[in-house]
Structures are given as C-alpha cells and as structure tokens.
C-alpha cells in the first residue's frame, strides 16, 4: 500500500496549502473570523433546528482585561486568530485565585493566564490582540473536553472526519471516513509524528444533524473545500469553525494512501464542477442520503438516551467492543421511534464499524516472525504448480 502523495500531485493537498498561506477570497476571510460566523449563524436554521453557538461571554482585546470577574466559574478561553488549539485554554475556577486548565491538566493563576496568552499571540505577529471569553461546553463522549468532530467536506459530500479527543495528553484521534467509519491506520493513512495517541472511533450521538449541519455549512462556502469543525454536545450539534486548510496534512503529521487520495481528489473536483453550474453524478453515500431526505425529517430524528449514550460510550472507549454492539442496538430500536430507516442504518453500521475496530485494537499484535512468515508462504505458494485433479475413469 503506497502512501500519500506530494501536494503537487494532488489537487485537494495543492489548494489547502494555497488557503494555508493566503485565503483566496473574502468570503473565506469572513468566514475564518469567528465573531463574525457566530453573527451570521444566530438565525439560520435547518428542519427547524438552530445549530448551538458557545454563548461569548466578553471580547478582549489585552491580557490585562483577563480578571476573575470576565473568567467566572467555567469559561473557554480562546486566542481569536489561533488555529491547533493555541492560545485555547478550559478554565475551571477552583478558588483563591487558582483556576483548573483542562487542555494542559494543570492549575493556572491570573498571570499564569495572562502570560501564557501573551506567548500565543507572539506566535501570530501579524494578527490582531483579541481573545474571545465563551461557553465551556458539555460533551457527550467520556472526559470534561467535548470531542472535536473536524469534517472534510467538498461541498456537499463528506470526505472524512477526524475525531479529536484532548482529554488525554498526547490527544487521541482517529480518522473516519465520509459515512463514519474509522479508516485503517498504516493502511489507510498514516502520522508522522508521536503527538497523537490511537484511540477508539465514538460516533457522535447527533450523527445525523452534525453531519447535516456539516454539510450545510460547507454549501455556505465558494470553495471546494472546507473544514467545518463541530462539536456534539449534551444539547446536540455545537459550531466550532471554519477552516480552509488542513495543518496536520500540509505540515505530514497526516498522510493517506494512494486510494483515499484519489477518492479526496475525486470529491474536490466534482465540488469544483459544482461551484461552476455543471451536473455532477450523485454518489452512493451518507451525504447524499442526507441531501435527499427532507431537513424537517432529519431535524425531528430521535437519538439514543442521552445517559444510555454515555455509559455504553465510555465502555467503547476502553476498547469494549460490547459497547458498540450496545450502541447499535440501541440505534436500531429508535426506529419504534419514528427515526428514518434509511437515515438509521447508516449509523447503525457505523456504530457496528467502530465496535470492530474497537476488537482490533484490543487484540494482541501479531508477532513480527508470524507475519514475516505469511509474506513469505504467499510468495512461495503462487510459484509452486497448481495441482489438477485426476480425471477419473
């Protein structure tokens, strides 16, 4: 299996790291700057629902304006012009002063906030000082920091999404493909550094509406492609942001096999003959389904129990397979429920999927001589003659 290709070679890779460097239109300018997305989100709706917007408690515009009063008890604090989660912090107050960081698992006081976001901002000289204070939210995986859902998308179809899990240090992740099943690592694709850990593929309890909503955002877009990062809450789809480029993949911390480059290339340049008018053939997939089911259906689809979710969540997550297969049930018996039964099975697979990588992943490695001596018995066995049976009499 031939690892990914250069970004030359590659159309999709070639225009992120375009967009890395200078955003290609307005629109994409506007869209990056997160006070102005939470502005134009407020009112839009989909089959009746609203995404959730992290309520913004204070804009800053100098360290010196972080005091206990703007903090509060519970409050994101974020770098308005970082990206890979620079200048993100998740402050719990403790007292006294003291305030519990959850992205780095440490106690900050005030001049340890206020430094820390000042060596953030030297890392972007080139941007302006302003910090917004927001709504720590609630996620509906194990640990206090929601998971990150980052979906690819080209337009209107999912080309994959990164699950991101920073309750650990290294984080987790792992990356799903456009229907919400995990890819192989080391067969699929690839990291290039030890800053990542292998973890167990959770689908999100809001599958549907996210990925809906995902695909929503993108269309709002005049690129062929976007990173549109949600969360799934307690209360459903959360917005993140959106984004043009891809760090992970410009920088090889990611890398993809030949096939689902050619499948990326394949899904930017129909999004591209999208944009311009012109007819692209419909896949078969989790997008178009979605696509063609009407939004008021999707926004009324039952979902799982929220404590039933996340008991059987944090069983998966310990690389229990039980607890996919738990999850699937219970995703296929929402159908008494009302739920869509094309829209269902797909999570329902989904759910199935991640409960067989989770049994992969708790299995022990195969011994290197063991796999060394299949490769070795294959080769052997296509160059001995095939025996015929004797015709008989």
Sequence with gaps: MRRGRRSQNSAFLDFTVGEYY???????????DKTYVHQ?????????????????????????????????????????H???????MLLEHLGGGRYFDYMVLRERTIADIRQTQRNALAQFPNKNAVWIVEEFLRGAQPGAIPYDYKFYMFQGQIGAVAQIDRNSSPLRAVMLDGDLKPLRLGQDYWTGRNDTQQTVPLVPRSAVMLSRWAIELAKMTDAPFSRIDLFDTVDGPYFGEFTFSTGAEIKGRVTYSDRIHKHLD???????????????????????VLQKTPPEVLGTQPVIDLQEYQRCAYYLHNQGSLGGFRLAQAQERL????????VNQYVVDAHHAARHQARR???PPEPQWRRQAKRIYKKVSKLMPVSLPLAQR
């Design 82 to 88: 970082g990206w890979s989660a620079k200048g993100v």
């Design 361 to 363: 992943l708790a299995s």
């Design 22 to 32: 200078r955003r290609g239109t307005q629109l994409r300018r506007d869209l990056s």
């Design 335 to 342: 159908l008494d429920s009302g739920a869509d039964e094309t």
């Design 40 to 80: 134009l989100l407020r009112e839009k709706t989909l089959g009746g629902t609203r995404i959730g917007l992290p309520r913004q408690y204070a804009i800053l515009t100098s360290t010196e304006q972080i005091i206990p009063e703007i903090l509060g008890e519970r409050v994101a604090l974020k770098f308005a």
């Design 266 to 288: 394949s899904l930017f340049a129909d999004a591209q003959k999208e944009l311009k008018g012109e007819a692209v053939q419909p896949r078969e997939s989790w997008s178009t």
